[in-house]
């Protein structure tokens, strides 16, 4: 008689890309909604909400966007910079920034390079069709430029305020 099969579930790609905590965060340099240089190494010292989304203007990733901006000023006072990250170009991120007044830094990585750095990035599927795409992935990176937390399953509408907590715990 065979053994009985049970297999183990598997992570969810996202889970299986995930930066570990404790390991130094992958240095970075792109450029923001000004058209700046922006890179890791500006924030030493400080700790850094890096969140990764997939599109500009979409619902989900308005929704994560404008509950940064709407927590940003709590966040600042716990000496915590926010930086989005996505694929779009500087001008898609310029309207995106305008057009929902969002107080931090929006980074272009149109290559990917940055994300695929982050594990970010990978296979999705979507009603049946697979295709490659930026997973909603945030770090938290201490003073040190080490990654603290990782969040590689996020909900739009409650993430801002689970990233708070993290912080605040993290105390």
């Not at 995930?18 to 000004?34: E, Q």
């Not at 909400?49 to 994560?64: A, H, S």
């Not at 770090?139 to 993290?166: C, L, M, Q, R, W």
């Amino acid at each position: 008689m065979p053994a009985k099969k049970t297999a183990p579930a598997a992570p969810a790609k996202s889970d299986s890309t995930t930066l570990k905590i404790g390991s130094k965060a992958p240095a970075f340099s792109l450029k923001n909604t000004d058209g700046k240089t922006v890179k890791l190494s500006d924030f030493k010292g400080k700790k850094v909400v890096l969140y990764f989304y997939p599109k500009d203007m979409t619902p989900g990733c308005t929704t994560e966007a404008c509950n940064f901006r709407d927590d940003y000023a709590q966040l600042k006072k716990r000496g915590v910079e926010v930086i989005g990250v996505s694929a779009d170009e500087v001008k898609s991120h310029e309207k995106f920034a305008a057009k929902y007044s969002l107080p931090f830094p929006l980074l272009s990585d149109p290559d990917h390079s940055m994300i695929e750095k982050y594990g970010a990035w990978g296979e999705k599927k979507m009603y049946g069709k697979k295709y490659m795409g930026i997973f909603r992935i945030t770090y938290i990176i201490d003073e040190e430029g080490k990654i603290a937390h990782a969040f590689p399953k996020v909900k739009t509408n409650t993430h801002s305020a689970e990233v708070i907590g993290v912080i605040d715990a993290m105390k």
